[in-house]
């Protein structure tokens, strides 16, 4: 069997998202060989190594296999299959935590953080989704992937962002889009003049624009963002299902 650290490393030079989950896939029986539900009888590192680098590579795909279908993107049918393929794969990762070697599932560091990522995921608490990913003791070999899902999560974000409010304070999209560390413990708490500043200036550089008077950021709606370019944020493009999306901004 091939390293963990050797299949992950080629991610995103050589292989893609969906690729990784499939080389992940393949190999799982295989790795379910080291433990049992009483013991781990192989390697720690391992282990812990390949059922987080599988989680992320799963949510990961959710967000970005909606590129297939940029064709159709205009359709109705494109938006059924967003709704569907990023619901199917957060689901596969939901499952996969039930899977994680039961002794290392609520022992283990990077697997406890990949379970709350899911849950922060899939309750929509964007501050806590980055404060998970910025914060946690993710192991070298597996930075690739959070990188890569933190910077696809804000592009995200942001693009919802800029169709679901007409105007918000600097505050509520920096919860949403986590350019600044939040303030203090609570995570609902706002942030100092020197972050609205910061928010202000990374925003105005999108194009929104930022009303003084009021306080207010007034997002800039672009007619279409799903052209293929790269994320402003880093590497990756707009390709969240905004359908799941709009739906869960508009309804909290």
Known sequence: MESISGIVSKFPHTISAWNLVELLADIEPEVALQFTEAEVTGDLALLSQYYSSYLLALIITGD?????YAEIRNTESFKSHQLLIVLFYRNE???????????????????????????????????LVYQILEGSPWPDPIRPLVRSYLENFRENSFNLLSRAYTSLPP?????????????GDNLANGIDASSDALVVKQLTSRGWK?????????????????????????SSGDTMGRLVGLVGFLSE
């Open 93 to 127: 990762a939901r499952f996969l935590t039930h899977r994680f070697p039961p002794t290392l599932s609520d022992t283990d560091e990077v697997l406890i953080s990949c379970k709350n990522l899911l849950r922060a995921v899939w309750s929509k608490q964007n501050p």
């Open 64 to 68: 970005l296999y909606v590129k297939v």
């Open 210 to 234: 930022w009303d003084a008077p009021s306080g207010l950021l007034l997002p800039f709606k672009p007619e279409n963002t799903a052209k293929g370019d790269a994320a402003p944020w880093g």
């Open 171 to 183: 505050s509520l999209a920096n919860q949403y889009l986590g350019l600044t560390p939040q303030k």
